[in-house]
């Protein structure tokens, strides 16, 4: 199979050639990469299947059928923004999936969507018939079978993670079965394969809930962080907000001490309908100077906090359609530094231990190399399916992101804050996200997800061979 330039690009290749790795020189080798840019993995071969692929499933058949046969793993990936090796297997076959396709069904309100399809995919489909996703991730870039294995959450309340708002899935078993899986047709396997990173098969296709698209303007509270959690859960509630995120301070004298509670109301929608989807950014509101200026520089952390909290309200006069809130591109504000690297932490708390989490975030953040850019509040209720959930009761999400340096000083830094981080929310009650880097110690990782070893056992039953791994596999599940 030949890769364009544009296909390696959107898998990921750090470096890729067009044969498969077994056949060329050590200096031809293929390797991949994902959004960290720490995991050069290299590989046997990237199956990239695009919308105009003829037969699909035949194809990924024969593929699986190929590579059990030979006892080489395979890898499943669509963005491979997770951060962490989720994506990428050692010596393996990636397979990335592009597929726009999504057809709506009007009477019942949900639409079935390929795996591959991108948000902003989904969005383009959606939004002319006046329906929008009702859950998925503040960015629209990725993959939605990638969004329900990694059983991502975003900003619309009141919801549990995306996988709450899927009906069912097909997916392909190692030996090339297709089974539809939901809560009442094979319920183990829909369990494992939400938030399952691809280690039980392969997501074809999801029937997936859609909500009506709307008209939304925003309101923004400053206030005492610790009044943040009961004001924010209160708002989380209320019928009258259908999406709602905070945000935190984060000058390290001053770290974590005032939140901004921003909420999004309905308004009537104009007589001419409502604005295109465009994907301009419309949530961030900051442009990428301020938000890049808090690298290195407190008086920069200082003044993104004023633009956030004092600037942009005044400036925000605008409504804008929850699909174009939803339509945010990743690259908006990112790095461009080749020697740094933005890496997100994800860490899940109840609120009412939400203050002692700000506590501990006090005395562990403030102190890192790494420069500590933004973190993001959001509300996510529970989630009883997934085997592996992170939200076994209801939670308030922080989404951290992290300005690295890559190299050792770096690396070696960041796994101390992670690990410091994760033990404060074990401590708490709490859990963190796995789809960034791998970090959390294996003691760690078994107390947070106290049923990973089930997960591993079932894993095994359903993909005896081991047909379908990562290197999260490998780190954590492969005993
Ligand atoms: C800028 C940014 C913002 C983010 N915002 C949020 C957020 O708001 N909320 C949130 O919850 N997360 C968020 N994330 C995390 C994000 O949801 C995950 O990293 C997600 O995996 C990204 O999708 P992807 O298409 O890049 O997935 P990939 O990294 O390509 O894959 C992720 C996992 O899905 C599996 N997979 C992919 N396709 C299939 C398939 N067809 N069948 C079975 N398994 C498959 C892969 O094996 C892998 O384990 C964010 C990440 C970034 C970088």
């Given at each position: 199979?030949?890769m ?20 060329v020189?050590?200096?031809?080798r ?12 290299p590989?046997f071969?990237h199956f990239?299947?695009?919308?105009d ?13 190929e590579?059990a046969?030979?006892?080489r793993s ?13 994506s990428?297997?050692?010596n393996?076959?990636?397979?990335t999936?592009?597929?726009?396709q ?6 019942a ?6 795996a591959?399809?991108?948000w902003?995919?989904?969005i ?9 996703p ?15 294995s990694?059983?991502a959450?975003?900003?619309p ?8 708002t899927?009906?069912?899935?097909r ?5 090339g ?16 394969a ?8 392969v997501?074809l ?17 400053a206030?005492?962080a610790?009044?943040?959690a009961?004001?924010f859960i ?7 907000v ?6 935190l ?5 001053r ?24 994907r301009k950014g419309?949530?961030?509101g900051?442009?990428?100077q301020v ?18 909290r004092?600037?942009a ?6 409504t ?12 908006n ?13 994800e860490?899940?708390v109840?609120p009412?231990?939400f203050n002692?989490?700000l ?11 790494a420069?500590f ?6 509300h996510v209720?529970r989630?009883?399916?997934s ?7 209801d939670?308030i999400?922080a989404?951290?992101?992290f300005?690295q340096r890559?190299?050792?000083d ?10 410091a981080?994760i033990?404060?929310v074990?401590s708490i ?6 789809p960034?880097?791998l ?6 990782f078994?107390?947070i ?9 079932r894993?095994?039953?359903?993909d ?5 791994q990562?290197?999260?596999?490998n ?5």
């Open positions: 199979m030949k364009s330039r544009r296909e390696i690009l959107a898998g990921g290749c750090a470096l890729a050639v067009q044969a498969r790795a077994g056949d020189s050590a200096q031809q293929l390797v991949m990469n994902d959004a960290s840019r720490l995991n050069p993995t590989l071969r990239y299947v695009r919308s692929e003829a037969d699909f499933v035949a194809a990924l058949r024969r593929e699986l059928k590579a046969a030979v006892r395979v890898a499943l990936g669509a963005a491979r923004h997770s951060m962490g090796g989720q990428l297997i050692r393996g076959v990636a397979m999936f592009d597929i726009d999504c057809e709506l069904d009007r009477t309100r949900i639409y079935r969507v390929h591959g399809t991108r902003h995919q989904v383009a489909h959606l939004d002319p018939a006046g329906f929008s009702a859950v998925m991730q503040s960015n629209s870039d990725f993959g939605v079978g990638a969004t329900f990694v059983n959450h975003g900003w309340t009141p919801y549990g993670p995306f996988g709450s899927v009906r069912s899935i997916l392909m078993l190692a030996d079965t297709i089974l539809t899986c939901s809560r009442n047709a094979n319920a183990e396997l829909f369990a494992l939400m938030g399952g990173y691809g280690l039980v098969g997501i296709d999801l029937e997936v809930e859609m909500t009506d698209n709307m008209l939304l303007q925003p309101r923004f509270e206030m005492p610790g009044e943040f009961k004001r209160a708002a989380s509630h209320d019928p009258a259908p999406m709602i995120y905070g945000r301070n984060v000058e390290r004298e770290f974590f001490s005032e939140a901004l509670l921003v909420s999004w109301r309905k308004e009537p929608t104009p007589a001419g309908g409502l604005p295109p989807p465009a419309a949530l961030t900051l442009s990428r938000y890049r200026a808090q690298v290195g520089r407190e008086w920069g952390k200082s003044l993104r906090w004023h633009v956030e004092s600037i309200p005044m400036l925000a006069n605008g804008a359609s929850r699909n174009r809130l939803m339509n945010e591109p990743a690259l504000l990112a790095n461009r530094d080749q020697r740094r690297v933005d890496i997100l932490h860490y899940f109840s009412d231990r002692e989490f506590e501990g975030c006090r005395r562990i953040i403030p102190k890192a190399i420069e850019l933004n973190v993001t509040l959001r209720k989630d009883p399916t085997m592996l959930s992170f939200a076994t009761t939670r999400a989404v951290m992101s300005s890559i190299d050792a770096g690396e070696t830094d960041m796994i101390k804050v992670t690990e981080l033990d404060l074990g009650g709490g859990s963190f996200y796995l960034y880097r970090h959390a110690r294996p003691d760690q078994a107390r997800y106290p049923d990973a070893q089930r997960f591993s056992q894993k095994r039953h359903y005896p061979g081991l047909l379908f990562n290197t999260m596999w780190t954590y599940f492969n005993f």
